[in-house]
Each structure stands twice: as structure tokens, then as C-alpha cells.
């Protein structure tokens, strides 16, 4: 069982940088992909990027790609979404999911339902 907390969100001007962590406890995160996903107000929940839970595949929505960036750090038992040249769009709630797997190493799940751990969520606002 792992359990996962984002931090870093706030609030930045369009163009503007945030860093989200998403910390996982347990001594078996190696063996979860993770996922960052969100949700803005009156939408549906939408993935944004995920990496593998070796670390060498990762997925970014059409939306996000060339501005975000997932990595993880394995020492620190801990994800990072690089968010950059941010626009008032990227406006929601970020969560961080993870999903284990037992023998694969490189997928990348994009259906938040196939997910099994979730954080609370971090509040991202960007304004114009």
C-alpha cells in the first residue's frame, strides 16, 4: 500500500512556472506508475502526464506537451510535474494517483479509474 500528497500549488501569472511534488510513503513506490491528473470547475477530470514506474515511459496530453515535464525521484520517493509557460486553461485542481504493477515496468495508464491511491489535490490558478 502506498500513500500519495501533492504540494507546490498556487497561484501564478499566464507564462509563470510551478513545480508539483507528489510525495509517496512506502517502501514499494518502484512499483507504481504515477499519474497527474485534474479537474477544473464544472469539467471532468482529465489526465495530464504520467510516467512509468521504471521511469522510462512517460505520457503527456495533447495540451500539456512541450510545457510540462514528469520525472521521479526514486530516492525521494517522490514525482514532479514541471509546469511551464502556464495559461489561465491550466486552471484546476492537480491531483497525483499512482497504480501499481506487479511484472510490467514501462506502462502508462491514462484511465483515472484504473488507478488505486490518490492525494487530496493541489489548487493551481493562473490568471490572465
Known amino acids: 500500500q502506498v500513500q500519495v500528497a501533492e504540494s507546490g500549488g498556487g497561484w501564478v501569472q499566464a507564462g509563470g512556472s510551478l513545480r508539483l511534488s507528489c510525495a509517496a510513503s512506502?517502501?514499494?513506490?518502484?512499483?507504481?506508475?504515477i499519474g497527474w491528473f485534474r479537474q477544473a470547475p464544472g469539467k471532468e477530470r482529465e489526465v495530464v502526464a504520467v510516467i512509468s514506474r521504471n521511469g522510462g515511459r512517460t505520457y503527456y496530453a495533447d495540451s500539456v506537451k512541450g510545457r510540462f515535464t514528469i520525472s521521479r525521484d526514486t530516492a525521494k520517493n517522490t514525482v514532479y510535474l514541471q509546469m511551464n509557460s502556464l495559461k489561465p486553461e491550466d486552471t484546476a485542481v492537480y491531483y497525483c494517483?499512482?497504480?501499481?504493477?506487479?511484472?510490467?515496468?514501462?506502462?502508462?495508464?491514462?484511465?483515472?479509474?484504473?488507478?488505486?491511491?490518490w492525494g487530496q489535490g493541489t489548487q493551481v490558478t493562473v490568471s490572465s
Open positions: 494517483a499512482a497504480k501499481r504493477f506487479i511484472l510490467s515496468t514501462s506502462e502508462t495508464p491514462k484511465d483515472g479509474n484504473e488507478y488505486d491511491y
Open positions: 512506502g517502501r514499494t513506490f518502484r512499483s507504481y506508475a
